[in-house]
């Protein structure tokens, strides 16, 4: 079983920028596709990107343009950059692979 861990969350400013981390550790017989979720308070949990081994990305339509997310596999590492962003991208931010699942970061942005 593999451990996610998120980082980098916090409070920002509107039009501000921060960049999430998800780091793996555990059993690690080969990472393949990293996602980002979210989910805001009330609402579904949300994808919002993903990338796979040969770091082909995928982005939702709602933070397109707006979130780049990478892969740094010597540190068995994955990041969301995330730009230009609004209150309404308040959320708890997960990462996951497969079936495992982070405990979440918090992101705030303030009007």
């Known amino acids: 079983q593999v451990q996610l861990e998120e980082s980098g969350g916090g409070l920002v400013q509107a039009g501000g920028s921060l960049r999430l981390s998800c780091v793996a550790s555990?059993?690690?017989?080969?990472?393949?596709?990293m996602a980002w979720h979210r989910q805001a308070p009330g609402k579904q949990r949300e994808f919002i990107g993903d990338?796979?081994?040969?770091?082909?990305?995928t982005y939702s339509d709602s933070m397109k343009g707006r979130i780049i997310i990478s892969r740094d596999d010597t540190k068995n590492s994955w990041y969301l950059q995330m730009n230009s962003l609004k209150p309404e991208d308040t959320a708890v931010y997960y990462c996951?692979?497969?079936?495992?699942w982070g405990r979440g970061t918090q992101v705030t942005v303030s009007s």
């Open positions: 996951s692979h497969g079936s495992d």
């Open positions: 555990g059993w690690i017989s080969g990472i393949y596709t």
């Open positions: 990338i796979t081994k040969s770091g082909v990305t």
